[in-house]
């Protein structure tokens, strides 16, 4: 099957230009102007008046976590068509080890419940919980086998915690193995006092999750495993960033440079801690780290203008207000963390970004797909418009108004954050891998069409 897109401006990382994308098979085969005329295709798509982007790339996502005695509610069919749906067309899921288990069981658990349903590509990472020799070794072999990023945590004691040591032996492992450690920093044994501490003192509304979970204590953290991870001489990555405290701790060390790296996610460029008021309504917005005051909205901003954040991903971890985030009525620290982001993520930074004129569309393009394609093991098959990446590409148009809201999106979940936010800019046609998976709002893919990536080792974050 050949298929040729005609009449678009292409946008990549570097540039935008006026022209013709010829798909060949899963990949690409051509760009260039004029190839109407000198290829022949069995389907012409006109992008006239539209962008030609690389897919979405999400490495930040949760289909089935379990959390706070639930589970995330999308699963890999229901987050990936949802995905597909915002011009997303991979993600990088978490795969978790439990403590006391191997590694293996929680990837092998992983790959079981992705496989067969997945309707767009999709990577792992590993959530290391239990950090010991045998954990440890396990990390060279799943570096081999295309999985080479592993989550640990300063927070959540008791579930996903390890201490300072932990870390850095995580980090002394990569060191060797060539492996990627991310970082969740929030100092949890310090939260969990001030939380307790809240709820004994009359607060047990959402709020107290936003106030309990301050931002210094965000800094704190990421400022100690950046230290840790100099002292290893490894890169590190800090996922969902949200403060602009943590922001000066990562700008502070790349400036004296140091391969730090960070993501931000949607919600804490357009929500804010004033969403977690409103009484219980509130646990729709509750997720870690918290949302915090509007005023370090500018400060992130300006981290994604100058590279000191490279990536914003959706930290996608759906649970439903009715039935599940209600299991912390009486008691903030009982909500299951996480928000639906997955199928906006694309579409708020088109238009709070690249409308709102605070980046340009080919840094919009770079923060989506690109720079996540590079970091994390899957650059220039994924995150580019290129002769010989795979076809995963999105026909956007940058004019197309839509209202974000529950009643008319695909994920798994019964509320939205951004009910009702008018957004400028949707994806006409979404491609994966060559394949029509969503034309004109109506879902064309596959259910199990998507394939397991085996990714390659961080060496973009080293060199830099
Ligand atoms: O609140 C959040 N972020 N839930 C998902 C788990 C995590 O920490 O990423
Ligand atoms: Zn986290
Ligand atoms: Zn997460």
Redesign the pocket.
């Known amino acids: 099957m050949r298929t040729l897109i005609s009449g678009g401006t292409v946008v990549t990382a570097e540039g935008s230009f006026p022209a013709d994308v010829l798909v060949d098979g899963e990949r690409i085969a051509q760009v260039g102007s004029g190839l109407a005329a000198t290829v022949s295709a069995d389907e012409t798509i006109d992008a006239t008046g539209r962008y030609v982007i690389p897919g979405g790339i999400d490495v ?1 996502t ?1 289909m089935e ?1 379990p ?1 706070g005695g639930t589970f995330a509610k999308d699963t890999f069919e229901t987050g990936t068509r949802a995905a597909a749906f915002g011009g997303t067309t991979t993600i990088v899921d ?1 795969a978790v080890q439990s403590k006391g288990k191997s590694l293996r069981e929680g990837l092998d658990a992983w790959h079981a419940k992705a496989e067969g349903n997945a309707v767009i590509d999709y990577g792992f990472h590993m959530i290391m919980s239990d950090v010991t020799d045998d954990s440890l070794a396990e990390m060279d072999q799943l570096v081999a086998e295309g999985v080479p990023d592993f989550k640990l ?1 300063t ?2 004691p008791g579930v ?1 915690f390890s201490d300072d040591g932990a870390i850095f032996r995580a980090m002394q492992r990569t060191a060797r193995n060539g492996g990627l450690i991310m970082m ?1 920093a929030e100092n949890g044994l310090a939260i969990d006092v001030i939380a307790a501490d809240t709820v004994a003192a009359g607060t047990t509304d959402p709020i107290g999750h936003g106030l309990a979970r301050c931002s210094v204590l965000e800094a704190e953290a990421t400022n100690r495993v950046i230290r840790l991870a100099q002292a290893a001489k490894v890169p590190v990555y800090i ?2 960033l949200s403060a602009k405290e943590a922001l000066d701790a990562v700008r502070m060390a790349r400036d004296e440079g140091l391969p730090a790296f960070a993501e931000t996610c949607p919600q804490y460029l357009f929500l804010s801690l004033d969403d977690l008021g409103h009484g219980f309504e509130g646990a729709k917005f ?4 918290p949302l915090r005051s509007k005023d370090h909205w500018d400060e992130l901003w300006k981290g994604l203008v100058k590279d000191d954040l490279q990536v914003v991903s959706t ?1 996608h ?1 759906p649970f439903d207000f009715h039935g599940q985030k209600d299991l912390g009525q009486g008691d903030f620290r009982k909500i299951p ?3 639906p982001g997955v199928e906006d993520r694309v579409d708020l930074l088109h238009d709070g970004g690249v409308v709102g004129g605070r980046i340009t569309k080919e840094r919009w393009v770079e923060i989506v797909s690109t720079a996540p394609a590079k970091l994390f093991g899957l650059y220039p098959r994924k995150g580019a418009i290129v002769a010989g990446a795979d076809a995963d590409i999105v026909i956007y148009d940058p004019n197309r108004t839509r209202t974000i809201s529950a009643t008319s999106h695909h994920m798994a979940v019964d509320y939205s954050c951004y009910e009702g936010r008018t957004v400028q800019g949707a994806p006409d046609l979404v491609m994966s891998r060559g394949s029509v998976v969503v034309r004109a709002g109506q879902f064309a893919g596959r259910k199990g069409a998507g394939r397991f990536l085996k990714r390659a080792t961080a060496d973009y974050a080293r060199m830099a």
């Not at 509750?286 to 780290?289: E, R, Y």
Request: glycine share 4%.
């Open positions: 930040h949760h976590l959390f978490f945590f927070a959540y996903f969740h996922v969902h509750v997720c870690s780290p930290d971890c963390n996480g928000l």
